[in-house]
């Protein structure tokens, strides 16, 4: 089943599609953050703006979440925004790829890190629950404080390729006197 702009928002569309559902975002700019607690396809058709400006992440894949593709967006944070896509722990078969991932700028995305993150995965340590099978493909990500990328501990098969990254800014992690 394919759903294309059936109703005002994003999340309202995925809140009411069918798991394995594909989800079709017309051309133009939502300004909301989305979160993902299902199997899913999100695609776009044309330009698709995801203004995630004043939320701390711009795309949530929550925990234990699986089969899921996150594609053609253009994801634009700010300085409250710390990642613009988190992959919690146990997601499995995640796909990211041809998305544009900028101006995310608040350190440590709600935790005690200096930095942030254009897209983030990671994994609890007790229990110990990776996410696994994600790939990460062809994604240009600019203008992130220290980490374009960030695999947390326990995160397995990971498969990173063909992604573009620009004005990663460098952290300052140590003090120094």
Aim: charged share 10%; aromatic share 4%.
């Amino acid at each position: 089943l394919s759903i294309i702009n059936a109703q005002n928002t994003i999340q309202e569309m995925i809140d009411n599609a069918d798991s394995y559902d594909t989800i079709t975002i017309d051309s133009g700019t939502y300004s909301e953050a989305l979160i993902i607690d299902k199997s899913i396809t999100l695609n776009t058709n044309g330009e698709v703006i995801l203004n995630v400006a004043g939320h701390t992440t711009g795309i949530t894949v929550n925990e234990n979440t699986s089969d899921v593709t996150i594609s053609g967006f253009t994801i634009i944070g700010d300085a409250l925004t710390g990642s613009g896509i988190t992959v919690n722990p146990g997601a499995t078969n995640i796909s990211i790829t041809n998305n544009n991932i900028q101006d995310i700028l608040l350190p440590g995305g709600g935790n005690s890190s200096p930095l942030s993150y254009g897209i983030l995965c990671w994994g609890d340590t007790d229990p110990v629950n990776p996410p696994s099978n994600i790939t990460i493909d062809n994604n240009n990500i600019s203008n992130v404080l220290g980490s374009a990328i960030s695999l947390g501990s326990n995160t397995s098969n990971v498969t990173i390729s063909n992604n573009n990254f620009s004005d990663i800014f460098a952290v300052n992690i140590g003090q120094t006197e």
